[in-house]
């Protein structure tokens, strides 16, 4: 079955970390842009950081610049989210998407909101709530 899996969500206090993992199968993750989004409740879904899987390229929004940090494990074909210094405004479902188009273009990916409906997989969304 083809898919994106998202895990790792959870209840954090402000301050703490948490690290999302999104796990594809069916499907390698070369030559995709994979990226990170989330939701909040009343809000538009935002894109927080993209990944290249061909040149190594990344896009964060400033919202979450030098708190968060995109990778990929090449051999467990996942890529990671690792959250630190959470703040309650980070509270959101947060989902994973990847696309063939998209993979020199991540900030496109991004930010692009018109495109994302046209993103080739997306997971099924991870609850992450930072609440003291």
């Known amino acids: 079955q083809v898919q994106l899996v998202e895990s790792g969500g959870g209840l954090v206090q402000p301050g703490g970390s948490l690290r999302l993992s999104c796990a594809a199968s069916?499907?390698?993750?070369?030559?995709?842009?994979i990226g990170w989004f989330r939701q909040a409740p009343g809000k538009e879904r935002e894109g927080i950081s993209c990944?290249?899987?061909?040149?190594?390229?990344?896009y964060y929004a400033d919202s979450v610049k030098g708190r968060f940090t995109i990778s990929r494990d090449n051999a467990k074909n996942t890529v990671y989210l690792q959250m630190n210094s959470l703040k309650p405004e980070d509270t959101a479902v947060y989902y994973c998407?990847?696309?063939?188009?998209?993979?020199?273009?991540?900030?496109?990916?991004?930010?692009?909101?018109?495109?994302?409906?046209?993103?080739?997989?997306w997971g099924q969304g991870t609850q992450v709530t930072v609440s003291s």
């Open positions: 998407a990847a696309d063939r188009r998209a993979v020199f273009r991540v900030q496109a990916m991004c930010v692009e909101r018109p495109r994302y409906g046209r993103y080739d997989y």
């Open positions: 990944l290249s899987s061909s040149d190594g390229s990344t």
């Open positions: 069916g499907f390698t993750l070369d030559y995709y842009a």
